[in-house]
């Protein structure tokens, strides 16, 4: 499964992990992923940990995710893009837009 | 459509059966169907008629002579790739291992004897219905081909054939897909300043280049009418935040070349880092993304800074998209930067970047096919002067000579006034406004261009020198005119007092007109009878470095600085 989530309840917590590839390929996957959550203040987890490569529709895809997380004043934090990954967030200055953990 | 139509009526079938009887009871099953039927007793003869006569339907027996069902079907698959003729294998063989082989060797069903009639039939019907539903996609295809490939001409037409300068700036555009993601835009400023934008719009085909035209149009349009980079970058980045939906954006880098300043300004916006390069093929700067992609925030970040650098003439700005760092090899190796940078240098030594570029990046991909638009620029930061002929200048004959000490009475066709005070005198760029008012109410003149340049001095003089205060020494050194420009900027956030008031008055005449310019500013003034004279001087030296009041000699009727320096009143005037 490229996209897998967690929900850790107890923190409000929505934890997704994309694997390989993020791009427009699981644009259906990935919205599916979130669209249904829908408490209030959620903080979504981007987990790119074991993500390989991201283009720019998936950089579309997470405003999309920002979109649905600030309509439930909640927020977007991503983890552990790999260096290549990290390059094309710090291309499209991702920093200034929502949290990136490393 | 009417080959189709007479197709339908009179559907063809081929039976392939080394028995004549199996092929009789099928063909009469088939004629009972409406279908016209030919038959082959031998694969090789099935292939043969197959291709001679591109029949609806085959039906294939599996052991023959010659050649066997399964051989017949693959050479039929392979010479069909782009039409899908069902083909169903008759047989009396009921094993998994024919059902697997039918299968694999193209075959679309299998129907095992015996069967009856009405089954067959059925069968037949099944098989059409799929079939059918494939000739509909594919003339679906073929429609959504042809409006795209006329919506792309439509689109190239409106974007890149009325681009400035393609002979100086090198182009190179490789669509993955036929709209491109990609988009390339270049103009000139009426101070003959060129205005660059390199922009690739999240993912490619359609869906992506409907943002291209509006940003095509405004920033021409803004270019043209001499607005500033910084207010082009504000303007592109609001509309596309209004027009395009979240997920779709512009990653862009904007640059502006100013031979007269040896100066670049640059914004980049989420494309890779763009360069400049000397003449010997060195590295001279390298500009990072320093803002996310266009259309992602309503508004540009505070403190959103052109970077500003010095350039010789033949220094190259290169801007690229990710396409070209990205190509990958049949290895799965990336061009990447370190690759770009060898092949630009090359390119930067012989004089042709974009062809070395793009030909070292189809060698290195080789057969890969290609993913992403590739896109790249080559500005040179010369070549782009246009001198001031003293012919520019009018000089009317003595009769009509001149007085701009009683211009102020005299009968105007309309005035225009503007004063800027405070901070909006840093927001406001009043030349576009002044600009626009003259073209509405007099229409388009080649003569503007001259008013645009006349006005664009007086006003920044009076801004630079006479509310900030800035001294023109120091544009003097190597770094110059990258230090005043920052130290401008600085002082522009700064300003919450200080005023420059702008008035036009247009004076038709017989056999052409005449605008007179008054300009005052809060400033203190300068010494204009010492600036004056060394004009003069600059003049007859023929070596002036201060270009603004020597241009604006050259330009005006007459220009005359009075108070102590803070009102200016100019004149231009033209025939027709």
Known sequence: ?102 | MVADTDKQDRKLALVVDDSKMQCMVLAVLLKEEGYTVFTANDGARGVSMYIKYKPDLVLMDINMPVMNGYEATRQIKSVSRNSLCPLIFITSMDTDQAYIESIEAGGDGILVRPFSPEVFKAKIKSIQRISDLYGQVRSLQQEQQIDAELAEQMMSGVIESRNFALDKIGIVKQAAALFSGDIQLTAQRPNGDVNVLLGDFTGHGLRSSIGAIPLAETFRAMTRKGFTLTEIVTQINRQLYDLLPSDLFLGAAFVTVSEHDKSAYILNAGLPDAYIFGVSGEIKHQIASSHPPMGVLPQLLPNTNLTVLTVDADDRILLISDGIVEARNEYGEMFEFDRFEVSASAGVIVGNVSERVLNDVMEFCHSMPQEDDISLIDIPCGGWTTKIKATDKTILPHRDKFDIDTAINLPSAWRWQLTLSGSRLAKVNPIPMALSQINEIEGDSEHWQNLYTILTELFVNSLDHGVLELSSKLKSSAEGFALYFKERELRLADLKSGFVDIQLSYHPMEDGGRVIIYITDSGRGFDYEKYQEKIQQGMADKKFSGRGLLVLEQLCESLVYRGKGTVVEASYVWNV
């Open chain 1, 1 to 102: 499964m490229p996209i897998t989530t967690r929900e850790l309840k107890d923190v409000n917590q929505l934890v997704i992990s994309i694997e390989e590839r993020f791009d427009f390929s699981v644009h259906q996957k990935f919205r599916d992923s979130y669209i249904n959550v829908d408490t209030q203040n959620t903080q979504f987890v981007l987990d790119l940990a074991l993500t390989t490569y991201m283009d720019s529709s998936a950089l579309g895809m997470i405003l999309l995710l920002k979109d649905h997380a600030e309509n439930f004043t909640g927020s977007v934090v991503i983890k552990k893009p790999s260096e290549t990954v990290n390059k094309i967030l710090e291309i499209a200055q991702f920093h200034r837009l929502l949290t990136i953990e490393k």
